[in-house]
């Protein structure tokens, strides 16, 4: 029996045996004692109150005294108004503690039929995980037991967002810098080895960029365009991703290969499956280090052509 349960058997048993009057335990509400007060059991007096006609510093005082001697479970009480507080004792306590560490299903409830699904992690795969995906995983993957626990069929799922100009400059990174390397012979985790890449393209896209904006065509560009609102670097950090996508010769290579990989070019899907499956290789060491799994994986790269079709036929109209 819950203690919520016993508690009011013993005060209907009581108020039986005080005054003769069989109380309704529906009538009696125990719940857990506001922060504010002390006690950890609260009941509340005032239907019982109005049902003996007894005033609730009489019924009160008589029931706290009646419990605190008849229930090992009751240590202490106090009074407040029409609120009877309840301290429980730390054998209680422990006891509790004790069940719930040997019962495997403490808390859980029986299944109601329903069905939900969680998304949770859904790296990219152009850099590592990091701290900001482990929050993300552990949210998920708690919200996942939370929602198994109250009884339902938790179906938990990741979107793997594996393809894009992201991917693109990882790749052209190792063409141009790996050397042959992969994740064992440099002895690196493999979404950490990927990553090292995407951070080497980003480099020398900054570089790239610095060198241009000494071009004579940068400094005509900047006179034409810059308002004397903000000054010079403001100017160009302003203008860096049109320059990516129109002038930069890193950035013309990136969107080749996208155009390529997007074309199913043999060679660019056989480099983006083997870059791809290093850093899935390093994904997994994180979920298992974790604890965390999934039931379903869904890749960007299965549904872009549909999203792609769907923009193409919503600009159409």
Same mark, same amino acid.
């Given at each position: 029996?819950?203690?919520?349960?016993?508690?009011?058997?013993?005060?209907?048993?009581?108020?039986?045996?005080?005054?003769?009057?069989?109380v309704?335990?529906?009538?009696l509400?125990?719940?857990?004692?506001?922060?504010?007060?002390?006690?950890?059991?609260?009941?509340?007096?005032?239907?019982?109150?109005?049902?003996?006609?007894?005033?609730?510093?009489?019924?009160?005082? %008589?029931?706290?005294? $009646?419990? &605190?001697?008849?229930?090992?479970?009751? /240590?202490?009480?106090? =009074?407040?108004q +029409?609120?009877?507080?309840?301290?429980?004792?730390?054998?209680?306590?422990?006891?509790?503690?004790?069940?719930?560490?040997?019962?495997?299903?403490?808390?859980?409830?029986?299944?109601?039929?329903?069905?939900?699904?969680?998304?949770?992690?859904?790296?990219?795969?152009?850099?590592?995980?990091?701290?900001?995906?482990?929050?993300?995983?552990?949210?998920?993957?708690?919200?996942?037991?939370?929602?198994?626990?109250?009884?339902?069929?938790?179906?938990?799922?990741?979107?793997?967002?594996?393809?894009g100009?992201?991917?693109?400059?990882?790749?052209?990174?190792?063409?141009?810098?790996?050397?042959?390397?992969?994740?064992?012979?440099?002895?690196?985790?493999?979404?950490?080895?990927?990553?090292?890449?995407?951070?080497?393209?980003?480099?020398? %896209?900054?570089?790239? $960029?610095? &060198?241009?904006?000494?071009?004579?065509? /940068?400094?005509?560009? =900047?006179?034409? +365009?810059?308002?004397?609102?903000?000054?010079?670097?403001?100017?160009?950090?302003?203008?860096?991703?049109?320059?990516?996508?129109?002038?930069?010769?890193?950035?013309?290579?990136?969107?080749?290969m996208?155009?390529?990989?997007?074309?199913?070019?043999?060679?660019?899907?056989?480099?983006?499956?083997?870059?791809?499956?290093?850093?899935?290789?390093?994904?997994?060491?994180?979920?298992?280090?974790?604890g965390?799994?999934?039931?379903?994986?869904?890749?960007?790269s299965?549904?872009?052509?549909?999203?792609?079709?769907?923009?193409?036929?919503?600009?159409?109209?």
């Open positions: 029996m819950l203690l919520f349960d016993k508690i009011r058997t013993e005060i209907v048993n009581a108020l039986h045996r005080e005054y003769g009057k069989t309704d335990p529906d009538l509400v125990v719940s857990p004692t506001r922060r504010e007060f002390t006690g950890d059991m609260t009941v509340i007096l005032f239907p019982v109150v109005k049902e003996l006609r007894k005033s609730p510093a009489l019924l009160g005082e %008589f029931l706290g005294d $009646y419990l &605190a001697k008849k229930m090992p479970e009751v /240590a202490a009480y106090n =009074l407040i +029409g609120f009877l507080n309840l301290s429980l004792t730390k054998d209680f306590w422990f006891s509790f503690l004790k069940r719930m560490l040997v019962d495997q299903q403490y808390g859980n409830w029986p299944r109601n039929g329903e069905k939900v699904m969680i998304e949770f992690s859904s790296p990219n795969t152009n850099k590592p995980l990091h701290l900001g995906h482990i929050r993300n995983i552990l949210l998920g993957w708690s919200c996942s037991k939370i929602f198994t626990a109250s009884g339902y069929e938790v179906v938990k799922v990741q979107v793997v967002n594996d393809r100009i992201a991917i693109c400059k990882s790749m052209l990174a190792w063409l141009a810098d790996g050397a042959g390397l992969t994740p064992d012979t440099a002895r690196m985790k493999g979404d950490h080895f990927v990553g090292k890449f995407y951070v080497k393209f980003e480099q020398k %896209f900054v570089d790239e $960029y610095k &060198a241009w904006q000494t071009t004579p065509e /940068a400094r005509e560009i =900047l006179a034409n +365009g810059n308002d004397q609102s903000e000054n010079e670097a403001a100017f160009f950090l302003g203008y860096k991703n049109h320059y990516f996508n129109s002038q930069s010769a890193l950035g013309h290579q990136a969107k080749e996208l155009r390529k990989w997007e074309a199913a070019d043999p060679d660019v899907m056989k480099l983006w499956q083997m870059m791809n499956s290093w850093v899935y290789g390093g994904f997994e060491e994180t979920y298992r280090r974790l965390v799994s999934f039931d379903k994986l869904y890749y960007e299965d549904t872009w052509k549909l999203g792609k079709d769907e923009i193409l036929d919503g600009l159409k109209k």
